[in-house]
């Protein structure tokens, strides 16, 4: 374990009844069966999202040319496509194309979760509810670098990607009811699952799904260290703690798409720092997010002479080790819930401008009358009265998890929460975790913490991705290690509900069992405050850890 003082290293989507029924406006032809399209990062992804100004109106035609500079504050945890890290799924993505991808580019809701094809012709044919026929296009190469060299791609090896994810690491649960994926000819493609899967296409996208990649990149172990696929931009250059910069592929299939010739990202640790780099022309574009770089707000009013986007934020979360004391006991964590401090938090560190957040929409969606609604409100007196009913009169102490990687924003809430939980007699001790340690252990299993866990934002667009990953035994970010026989009922019920009413009226019976046991804090949302010069159109930043809002974005001369 990785420790350290936690104040040395200060130096910062939601599901809604419209996600849910916008399927209807779309299913008729072959949606039905993913029952949920629409939605709600990472890190940078999730909230129902508004651009307050997107990036060059999409008035001037496009044009080709030019490098765009932005920012990383870090280098990705590793390269491996099958790595469930946000940052490395959006590096990767610049590369790799999906059978379907999110609509994306100006014009475009920053948070749509509308399908469209990509490396599929059309969305698929669905003769019944468990099978899915995809027409692969045809022409597509792999992008000309070794070991692949540009060969062409075949429907095989969309088969050999899917299968891969599918068998292996951290995505497997979401492709559990997928039974066979058959390469029926050479632009054929028909997947098959054990039972109906509302879930299904939305997951094929986000918010890691399935990115086609050769079969080479794991013969030769390349994955470690690179990324290849066939999409519009080729990793060209990698300078570990520097920069990592994407040439255009000039043999992409899609000629619409792909205006710049090179997207460098900078590797700049703080926010100070990429201010001070855009306020020099050194960066054209700063995306502010945990996977990109956080800015918090006394850093935000620094900058100058910036165009501006923003969009709400993800569903931000804490955890607890509710498989031992203090944490196991429900009273316990509703006290932990009343003293956070949400008013103080929002004005201190994000400029009066964040909104709770909640699993599925517990935090914002249930009424003040619905269980637990009182919940956003602090009461001191009220959580010293449960922790003195629950044996701790005299309050405890408490390990809580974090990284540095997420910012001074993140951090900064983290201090005013240990401030606020003191009130009610529990002294936390944060102990801070390198990046990719935390990744590897403590974010996602096999949760090497106890205590508390100050986690990031989380954005899915499919509801089963939050739900599963965060209450079903096995989850991926079960961090809190849940296991209610009651809702483990309703998660495996919800994902065979191919009707949206139906669904939906499940979804909502979770979220209450949510809220009557308070396995989570769900805390403000920071949301996303994109800033660009005015050289830059058609970047819209959207809420998914696919990059391909780059593939759309174009500078003047």
Not at 9 to 19: D, F, G, I, L, S
Request: proline fraction near 6%; charged fraction near 20%.
């Amino acid at each position: 374990m990785e420790s350290g003082s936690y104040w040395s290293h200060m130096a910062p989507r939601q599901v809604t009844r419209r996600t849910v029924l916008r399927t209807a406006a779309l299913g008729g032809a072959g949606l039905a069966g993913a029952a949920l399209i629409g939605c709600g990062g990472g890190s940078s992804g999730g909230g129902t999202a508004t651009a307050t100004k997107a990036a060059g109106a999409a008035a001037a035609k496009p044009r080709f040319g030019g490098t765009l500079k932005t920012v990383l504050g870090a280098d990705p945890p590793g390269w491996s496509v099958l790595s469930a890290a946000s940052v490395t799924g959006g590096m990767n993505s610049m590369a790799q194309d999906k059978l379907l991808e999110f609509a994306a580019g100006p014009g475009v809701d920053p948070t749509s979760t509308d399908l469209i094809p990509g490396l599929a012709t059309a969305l698929p044919e669905q003769p019944d509810g468990q099978t899915y026929v995809f027409k692969v296009r045809q022409g597509v190469k792999f992008q000309n670098v070794p070991p692949v060299n540009g060969r062409p791609l075949t429907v095989e090896d969309v088969k050999f990607a899917i299968d891969t994810i599918r068998s292996t690491g951290s995505f497997k649960k979401d492709f559990e009811a997928v039974t066979s994926v058959t390469a029926a000819d050479a632009q054929t493609l028909v997947v098959k699952t054990d039972k109906p899967y509302a879930p299904l296409l939305v997951s094929t996208v986000g918010q890691y799904g399935w990115p086609i990649f050769p079969k080479e990149l794991i013969d030769t172990k390349l994955t470690d260290s690179t990324t290849i696929g066939t999409g519009a931009y080729i990793r060209a250059e990698w300078q570990q703690g520097n920069k990592i910069v994407f040439k255009k592929n000039p043999d992409y299939w899609n000629k619409n798409l792909g205006f710049l010739d090179e997207i460098a990202f900078l590797i700049i640790p703080n926010a100070d720092g990429a201010v001070a780099a855009f306020n020099t022309n050194q960066l054209d574009l700063v995306v502010s997010g945990a996977s990109t770089i956080a800015i918090p707000c006394e850093t935000i009013r620094a900058v100058t002479n910036a165009e501006v986007q923003s969009f709400t934020g993800s569903n931000a979360f804490s955890s607890f080790d509710t498989t031992k004391p203090p944490f196991n006991d429900v009273r316990v964590r509703k006290a932990v819930w009343l003293l956070y401090n949400r008013e103080a938090e929002m004005q201190a560190v994000y400029c009066g401008k964040s909104s709770p957040t909640g699993l599925l929409t517990q935090a914002r969606a249930l009424k003040p009358t619905e269980t637990h609604g009182d919940l956003l409100k602090r009461d001191v007196k009220q959580a010293k009265e449960l922790l003195a009913a629950a044996g701790f009169a005299n309050g405890f102490k408490a390990d809580i998890a974090w990284t540095p990687q997420y910012g001074a924003a993140y951090a900064a809430a983290l201090e005013l929460f240990a401030t606020a939980l003191k009130e009610g007699g529990i002294t936390l001790n944060p102990i801070s975790y390198e990046y990719a340690k935390w990744i590897a252990e403590i974010y996602r299993p096999p949760f090497n913490w106890s205590g508390m866990c100050w986690s990031s934002g989380r954005g899915y667009p499919e509801p089963d991705q939050e739900i599963r990953y965060w209450l079903y035994p096995g989850g991926n970010t079960n961090q809190s290690r849940v296991n209610d026989p009651a809702l483990n009922a309703l998660i495996d019920k919800q994902v065979g509900q191919l009707n949206v009413n139906e669904r939906w009226d499940t979804l909502h019976a979770i979220e209450r069992l949510e809220a009557k046991n308070l396995y989570y804090i769900f805390k403000n949302g920071s949301g996303s405050t994109n800033f660009y010069h005015k050289n830059l159109h058609d970047f819209v930043g959207d809420g998914h850890y696919s990059y391909h809002e780059f593939w759309y974005a174009w500078l003047d001369a």
